[in-house]
């Protein structure tokens, strides 16, 4: 049964990058039909699409955080990566990761990763 | 940006009510809408997909529906294990979540 872990830094420093990455197991990141996406939820708040990687390595930003983030893959290592620059404690929340089920007409998250608390403060 | 609306924010039911949350899109998403469940302290989980269809092992207590701009997320006799929050999410232009709806025991 496929299934995601985040990892990564649990505290940044406001102005610097938060980096995670999402570790893929019981499957393969190349799988046709699977995109690859992050999302996060600031404490006591609803859910906030960031972006994703599609299988071809096309990449899509949620346009308010476009111009700060990047999504990569490492098919070697069967996982990816989120970069978010310059943050502030806006940007504090429980980062997901999880995949898109891309095929059959529809688009949904169908499996997450259990979430990393990411908190940014000096 | 397609904007989502749900309402209500939250609703408090009692175990055995027929509950009912609604999504308003701010424009047109044909049936491109998915239903997630929240509990506390956990990752959301897909319970609908494509506005009306049931995610493998879900309970069918647990329905949808609606196209275009508006939708409805159904529990047909709720339970216990139903307190959560719910969020609709639509897939027509990139991807947006509604603000989600908090649902409690009375």
């Known amino acids: 049964q496929l299934q995601l872990q985040e990892s990564g830094s649990g505290l940044v420093k406001p102005s610097q990058t938060l980096s995670l990455t999402c570790a893929v197991s019981?499957?393969?990141?190349?799988?046709?039909?699977?995109?690859w996406s992050w999302i996060r939820q600031p404490p006591g708040k609803g859910l906030e699409w960031i972006g994703y990687?599609?299988?071809?390595?096309?990449?899509y930003y949620n346009p308010s955080l476009k111009s700060r983030v990047t999504i990569s893959v490492d098919r070697s290592k069967n996982q990816f990566s989120l970069k978010l620059s310059s943050v502030t404690a806006a940007d504090t929340a429980v980062y997901y990761c999880a995949r898109v089920a891309d095929s059959s007409g529809y688009s949904a998250f169908d499996i997450w990763g259990q979430g990393t608390m990411v908190t940014v403060s000096s | 940006d397609i904007q989502m609306t749900q309402s209500p924010s939250s609703l408090s039911a009692s175990v055995g009510d027929r509950v009912t949350i609604t999504c308003q899109a701010s424009?047109?998403?044909?049936?491109?809408l998915n239903w997630y469940q929240q509990k506390p302290g956990k990752a959301p989980k897909l319970l609908i997909y494509?506005?009306?269809n049931l995610e493998t092992g879900v309970p069918s207590r647990f329905s949808g529906s609606g196209s275009g701009t508006d939708f409805t997320f159904t529990i047909s006799s709720l339970q216990p294990e139903d307190i959560a929050t719910y969020y609709c999410?639509?897939?027509?232009?990139?991807?947006?979540f509604g603000q989600g709806t908090k649902l409690e025991i009375k």
């Open positions: 990687i599609y299988h071809s390595g096309s990449t």
């Open positions: 019981g499957g393969s990141i190349s799988s046709g039909g699977y995109s």
């Open positions: 494509d506005a009306s």
């Open positions: 999410q639509q897939y027509d232009n990139l991807y947006t």
């Open positions: 424009q047109d998403i044909s049936n491109y």
